[in-house]
């Protein structure tokens, strides 16, 4: 899997180049951006949901973490101070998205992981 | 003994090489023209194809159930119940071979599915079978002259949409009132997990009349929100992450309809020092009930992932419930001996691997599992994970996010006070465990803890007239109980006046 990460915004949230070509070819597919919502809890309770842009209606509980190419990502404030803070990376994994999210490119999905920058996924 | 998996000679399951959507009663392929294969987690290889279907399908299926709708909902209640019945006693019927695709497809042992899952599932559409015919509605005298009526009416198509983990029974819980209450309904099963409810569509596909079961597979982002949105759904039963449960919602208040919501849970399981008092019965009951956060494979909603033991006593308790973790039996999902399954998929063993890793850099103690274990033959590339325990404290993120795994988070504390503010220290209320010989102690911890359903002395227990469902973020409703039935019911009241006299304003 690709390891480069990338320091994009002066958020908490970065991305991996897999990460960066799978919205790129999103923001293609659907002529704009889209929207990441980091979820909790359940089945597919730790993975970043993909959604078009403005697709889930943000509340005041729900904190902007970063853009990623354009791109937001944002979490329950509540979640956030539960997951101690981290700081997030975007990566995309073989497997089926869960709930209504996007899929990061045929047969993939978004993950977020919490490895310090510029450490190789394994 | 060992089941012959799927497909295989001696197996007591068949299978095709591609199944197709259920809907007004037949099989009907996908408007797509496409198909996903649909692995096995304990091979890794595939079962069989699936419809990857699209809103289009969505909408053939909604079709067939507003034909069906109406008369469905004029049956009598005896009716009704008679059919559910009939579809218990096929599911009892097919007992074995439900058990064994339940298992193959998901992974869970099919010592489990053969006591739980399928028994459970059928016994949901009795008790619902029951509830409705011993449901009756309130006359209410508002005066001599003026009677309210109260009907329950059919709220009309639902929309359901089950989780990966019990796909079966997730869908029993589900279907059993809405039928049992008049409705017809479009059901969206988890993408892991298309099959077994085909399975069971093959079983009593029959019995229940066309159109008023549909079954439609694909992706969530196109059928999941095609049906969540669809002006022509009454009302969405949804099981899965908060932000799904959002959109949900989200969508339900654009289409003023109501939803019902199972979402998350990180359920404390908490043991008092008196359950080391005694070393009979009742402690090796409670040894137990710690170990059962590895049952099915930790993928459970309400998995006691937190385990909060009295200081004094975690020691000698922990010891033996270690001994008893070391002594989990995993492999073939399919051998009765087996008591832990692969993980549904393999992202799922991904994140808990993931976790298992953030834990131990925050700190936690690995005191058992913490990798994928090493398995010969036909399950070397399964999606298995060790029943893993890791030692720390809550405010560490693997005892505040649900891994969905066999992965238990344990800590001690001092005192009642101290283990209350402990186990509702969480986003999540929708279970909890109390373990003590004081009743008048888990009187009060039960409620005093901020969730849904509090097992007291017991624990992942599902019986069919106990309430279930979550405090906090964990959802909105309440299953397995007869007042599912208003969850899936609009009330008409009918105001009468048997009076003769004008009011006398005009």
């Known amino acids: ?122 | 003994m060992k089941y012959e998996p799927p497909g295989k000679p001696g197996s007591p399951v068949d299978v095709a090489p591609r199944y197709e959507n259920f809907i007004g009663g037949k099989w009907e392929a996908p408007t797509t023209g496409q198909y996903s294969p649909n692995l096995c987690p304990a091979t890794a290889k595939p079962i069989c194809e699936i419809p990857r279907s699209g809103a289009a399908d969505i909408e053939l299926a909604l079709d067939a159930a507003h034909a069906a709708k109406d008369r469905w909902g004029d049956a009598s209640t005896t009716e009704r119940a008679a059919v559910l019945t009939k579809v218990a006693d096929a599911i009892d019927a097919h007992r074995e071979e439900l058990a064994v695709a339940e298992s193959w497809e998901n992974g869970k042992p099919v010592r489990e599915t053969l006591a739980a899952d399928i028994p459970l599932a059928a016994d949901h559409f009795r008790y619902f079978a029951a509830a409705i015919r011993a449901q009756e509605s309130e006359i209410t005298e508002i005066d001599k002259e003026t009677i309210a009526y109260h009907f329950h009416e059919p709220l009309g198509v639902v929309g359901q949409i089950i989780p990966f983990n019990f796909p079966l029974l997730m869908a029993a819980w589900k279907l059993a009132p809405a039928l049992a209450a008049g409705n017809a309904t479009v059901i969206k099963p988890a993408s892991p997990t298309p099959w077994s409810i085909l399975k069971l569509m093959e079983v009593i596909g029959d019995i229940v009349p066309p159109g008023v079961l549909n079954v439609v597979n694909g992706p969530g982002a196109e059928i999941g929100k095609a049906l969540a949105t669809n002006k022509r759904v009454a009302k969405v039963a949804f099981t899965g992450e908060t932000t799904t449960g959002r959109l949900i919602m989200q969508y339900a208040s654009q289409n003023i309809i109501p939803v019902t919501l199972e979402l998350g849970g990180k359920s404390p399981n908490i043991f008092f020092n008196d359950v080391a008092a005694e070393d009979d019965d009742f402690l090796d009951k409670a040894v137990e009930g710690l170990v059962l956060y590895a049952f099915n494979k930790g993928e459970v909603c309400t998995c006691p992932s937190r385990a909060l033991i009295q200081e004094d006593i975690y020691e000698e308790f922990m010891g033996r419930c270690l001994e008893r973790i070391r002594a989990i039996k995993q492999g073939d999902p399919l051998d009765t001996a087996t008591m832990i399954g692969p993980q549904v998929s393999r992202q799922q063993v991904e994140k808990i691997a993931s976790y298992v890793d953030i834990g131990q850099k925050e700190g936690a103690e690995l005191l058992v599992g913490g990798h994928r274990p090493a398995l010969d033959g036909d399950f070397a590339d399964g999606f298995f994970f060790e029943p893993t325990v890791l030692k720390g404290h809550n405010k560490m993120r693997v005892f505040q996010e649900e891994i969905f795994g066999p992965v238990l988070a344990v800590t001690t504390f001092k005192d009642e006070a101290e283990a209350l503010e402990i186990a509702n220290d969480t986003l999540y209320g929708l279970g909890a465990g109390v373990w003590s010989r004081d009743t008048g102690r888990t009187y009060r911890m039960g409620r005093a803890i901020k969730a849904g359903r509090v097992w007291t002395n017991c624990y992942h227990q599902y019986p069919a007239g106990a309430a279930f469902g979550g405090y906090k973020v964990s959802g909105i409703g309440r299953e397995t109980h007869k007042m599912m039935l208003d969850h899936y019911s609009q009330t008409k009241n009918l105001l009468v006046s048997y009076g003769a006299k004008p009011l006398g304003l005009f």
């Open chain 1, 1 to 122: 899997m690709p390891g480069h990460v990338h320091d994009d915004t002066a958020g908490r949230v970065t991305a991996t180049e897999a990460a960066r070509e799978a919205i790129a070819a999103l923001r293609a597919a659907h002529g704009g951006p889209v929207m990441f919502v980091q979820s909790g809890g359940c089945c597919d309770g730790s993975d970043p949901m993909c959604y078009p842009d403005g697709e889930l209606a943000l509340g005041e509980a729900d904190l902007l973490l970063g853009v990623v190419d354009g791109c937001t990502f944002h979490i329950d404030a509540d979640l956030y101070a539960a997951l101690g803070r981290p700081r997030l990376v975007l990566d995309v994994r073989p497997g089926t998205p869960g709930g209504f999210s996007l899929a990061a490119g045929d047969g993939l999905h978004f993950v977020s992981r919490v490895d310090p920058p510029g450490k190789e996924p394994n």
